[in-house]
């Protein structure tokens, strides 16, 4: 085969698509990738409620955080204390302990995972803000 012949039918091909003036009218796509499409204000509010509200839900879940992780410990100690024939008053010292305890273990996990969705909301802002401003240059 020849490599000129076989380029060169390639590179006419791309010339001629390159070449093709554009339409009176048609706006200059920014490099958008295939399906991407410009967003409008009506549908950019509509997507910030709606995160809004995903993030309102996310947050009422975590408020539960710290009451599982301490009940699902209450459950586990008190069980063993019971198979390994604790006396009563122990066992309630030692529970009211562990409650209190894994309460703030709980609660530290639920400011941890606040903490990691607003970093994650900041840095996604910040993508945001960089694609806005490209195609204003």
């Given at each position: 085969?020849?490599?000129?012949?076989t380029?060169?039918?390639?590179t006419?091909?791309d010339?001629?698509?390159?070449?093709?003036?554009e339409?009176?009218g048609?706006?200059a796509?920014?490099?958008l990738?295939?399906?991407?499409?410009?967003?409008?204000?009506a549908?950019?509010e509509?997507?910030?409620?709606r995160?809004e509200a995903e993030?309102q839900?996310?947050e009422k879940k975590?408020r539960?955080?710290?009451?599982?992780?301490?009940?699902?410990a209450?459950a586990?100690?008190?069980?063993t204390?019971?198979?390994l024939h604790?006396k009563l008053?122990?066992?309630?010292i030692?529970?009211v302990?562990?409650?209190?305890g894994?309460y703030?273990?709980?609660?530290?996990?639920?400011?941890m995972?606040?903490r990691?969705e607003i970093?994650?909301h900041?840095?996604?802002l910040?993508?945001g803000e960089?694609?806005e401003?490209?195609?204003?240059e």
């Amino acid at each position: 085969m020849d490599w000129e012949k076989t380029n060169g039918e390639q590179t006419d091909v791309d010339l001629n698509a390159k070449q093709q003036p554009e339409a009176e009218g048609e706006v200059a796509e920014f490099d958008l990738e295939p399906g991407e499409e410009l967003e409008t204000a009506a549908e950019r509010e509509a997507r910030e409620k709606r995160e809004e509200a995903e993030r309102q839900e996310k947050e009422k879940k975590r408020r539960l955080i710290p009451a599982f992780v301490t009940l699902l410990a209450a459950a586990i100690v008190s069980i063993t204390m019971r198979i390994l024939h604790y006396k009563l008053q122990t066992m309630l010292i030692v529970l009211v302990c562990v409650l209190v305890g894994f309460y703030f273990v709980g609660r530290i996990l639920q400011i941890m995972l606040d903490r990691f969705e607003i970093q994650i909301h900041e840095a996604q802002l910040e993508e945001g803000e960089v694609i806005e401003k490209e195609p204003s240059e």
